[in-house]
């Protein structure tokens, strides 16, 4: 099992920025592809940004390409998101999420792992 804690949601106006972190309980396999997911009222879920913890590749999700970045810090079991120049199109509950494998990074339904979301709120 593997805990997932998001924090760093907020309220801000367009063109802002803001960075959320995640802190995972464990770094083992169950967390070899960290993701940053979003919903938005009336929306599908939808993954905007993952990472393989391993290797450091990253994924992001054409809506958010250029302006959305996730980093990790391994020693500490931290995945980040940092969202600059945001819309009030990005305006959701921002979740993190964890699974084993590599592999469909950005498919919603492979991910095994959940937080609790943090509100993210864009307003123009």
């Known amino acids: 099992q593997v805990q997932l804690v998001e924090s760093g949601g907020g309220s801000v106006q367009a063109g802002g920025s803001l960075t959320l972190s995640c802190a995972a309980s464990t770094d083992n396999y169950l967390t070899n592809c960290m993701g940053w997911l979003r919903q938005a009222p009336g929306k599908e879920r939808e993954a905007v940004a993952a990472?393989?913890?391993?290797?450091?590749?990253?994924f992001y999700a054409r809506s958010v390409k250029g302006r959305f970045t996730i980093s990790q810090n391994n020693a500490k079991n931290m995945v980040y998101l940092t969202m600059n120049n945001l819309k009030p199109e990005d305006t959701a509950m921002y979740y993190c999420a964890a699974k084993p494998t590599i592999g469909l990074p950005l498919q919603v339904s492979e991910y095994h792992y959940w937080g609790q979301g943090t509100q993210v709120t864009v307003s123009s």
């Open positions: 990472i393989y913890t391993g290797g450091g590749s990253t």
